[in-house]
């Protein structure tokens, strides 16, 4: 039998890994337990493992240790790596992805280890960029580093219990925005970044949801972590908050400094993703790429091509390639004709730019078609992927032209998961020979 585990707790006691283990697996998240160092090495090297959730219970300089062990042992894949309980007083480690106050709750798990990994996904890409932009004669450098106090975004009303969590905020360096009203947050929101939202639930928590909500319906805000600090848990329980995108929840009996360490953590994770991203979508603007779109040229994406496929045993995620060609219509054709379709694609590609995520590597390939590689995603969302860009760019109107009507692009998709690194060339022309509807 072949056994796979996507989540490796290690933990010597059952309190935090035997309701965590069993609600991970519940949901999908298959977890193995190990009960030492070199049992979790072991199934670290054999059971495909992506993740790791360290109890803090064990010891900090043993679980520290475990950490960097683990780190070493998967280069040069990243592995998220979450640490659950400890002495809050213990200053913040770089062992560590995130670390989460007891008790935990799967679906709070789900999430941050969710957005750990596409974040160590994205982190992967872009050495692999380097790598590729390096070969061609130019060096993006290493990631920034952004040493400016951590940015907390409390809304709520002025209570005593809220007032006095942002007091304990400001002592530990960070810098607080009070927002009273939900208005005046999305305001904030959409002026100002953010590491992290604290939102006060007072006696009902629905004001607080609401908010949370609306982050998670922007595609901006999405990924914005979100603390749910509540007066009182009647009405809505921690599990139906973390179900509906709350990252963290502190009960009325959670004194207010470690609500505001738990609060930290979660801004100093999303700190570090924000910098990947950030330093994703500079390379876009590299000299090598097409400076029109910010897509990569056919020749630096055969290049970058080439070094994904190569990463994919070594990395042991799926990498899936997606071809979108322009469907020819009459619309099309005559747009083509009168060099009007020409004049749409640097629109054309720069939208296909911006709705990929960061990680992907888009280029356009020829005059009718682009190219998009999706590391760590497996073929069917890549093929939901492609679908979703078909899908608003066939809503966007392109010019035809003076005393001509606007014309729309509709796209046929071919989509192939890359199998064997040394067939990726195949891959990509049976993807493209797909969108011609050859296959």
């Not at 697996?25 to 070199?38: E, N």
């Not at 009203?181 to 007072?202: K, P």
């Not at 908010?211 to 595609?219: D, F, P, V, Y």
Request: net charge negative.
């Amino acid at each position: 039998m072949d056994l796979q585990a996507r989540v490796l707790i290690a933990a010597q006691k059952d309190d935090m890994a035997g309701p965590l283990s069993e609600g991970l697996d519940q949901v999908g998240w298959r977890t193995i337990t190990a009960r030492g160092p070199y049992a979790a090495e072991a199934a670290l090297s054999d059971l495909g493992v992506e993740a790791a959730v360290i109890d803090l219970a064990d010891g900090w300089e043993e679980a520290a240790a475990l950490a960097r062990r683990l780190r070493a042992l998967a280069a040069p894949r990243r592995i998220p790596i979450v640490a659950v309980g400890g002495d809050r007083a213990v200053a913040p480690s770089e062992d560590f992805d995130l670390r989460l106050a007891s008790p935990v709750y799967p679906a709070q798990v789900v999430t941050r280890l969710d957005s750990l990994l596409r974040t160590a996904a994205a982190e992967e890409e872009y050495r692999l960029r380097q790598e590729t932009f390096r070969q061609a004669g130019v060096s993006p450098g290493d990631p920034d580093i952004v040493d400016s106090p951590l940015r907390i975004l409390a809304v709520g009303e002025p209570t005593p219990q809220f007032l006095g969590l942002s007091n304990s905020l400001e002592a530990l360096g960070a810098h607080v925005v009070g927002a009273f009203t939900s208005y005046s947050a999305f305001d904030f929101l959409h002026e100002t970044e953010f590491d992290t939202v604290v939102l006060w639930g007072g006696d009902a928590a629905d004001s607080a949801m609401a908010i949370a909500g609306g982050m998670r319906r922007n595609s901006r805000l999405f990924h914005i972590p979100t603390l749910l600090y509540l007066k009182s848990l009647d009405g809505i329980t921690a599990a139906e908050a973390y179900g509906r995108g709350i990252s963290d929840v502190a009960s009325p009996e959670t004194p207010e400094p470690e609500t505001a360490w738990r609060a930290l953590e979660l801004a100093r994770s999303y700190r570090r993703q924000a910098r990947i991203r950030s330093d994703l979508e500079s390379a876009r603007s590299l000299e090598l790429m097409d400076p029109e779109t910010g897509l990569f040229t056919p020749e630096l994406f055969s290049s970058h091509l080439s070094r994904l496929a190569c990463s994919v045993p070594i990395r042991n995620r799926p990498l899936s390639l997606c071809v979108l060609r322009v469907r020819e219509t009459e619309g099309i054709a005559e747009a083509r004709q009168t060099g009007w379709l020409e004049k749409a694609f640097p629109q054309l590609g720069s939208m296909v730019s911006r709705l990929i995520r960061v990680e992907d590597s888009g280029a356009r390939m020829g005059p009718d078609h682009f190219a998009v590689a999706l590391p760590a995603t497996p073929e069917d969302v890549a093929k939901t992927v492609a679908e979703r860009i078909a899908a608003v760019i066939s809503r966007t109107a392109f010019d035809g032209g003076e005393g001509r009507p606007p014309f729309g692009l509709e796209f046929d998709i071919g989509t192939v998961e890359v199998q064997d690194p040394s067939q990726v060339v195949r891959a990509l022309e049976l993807a493209s020979e797909m969108s011609r509807g050859g296959v």
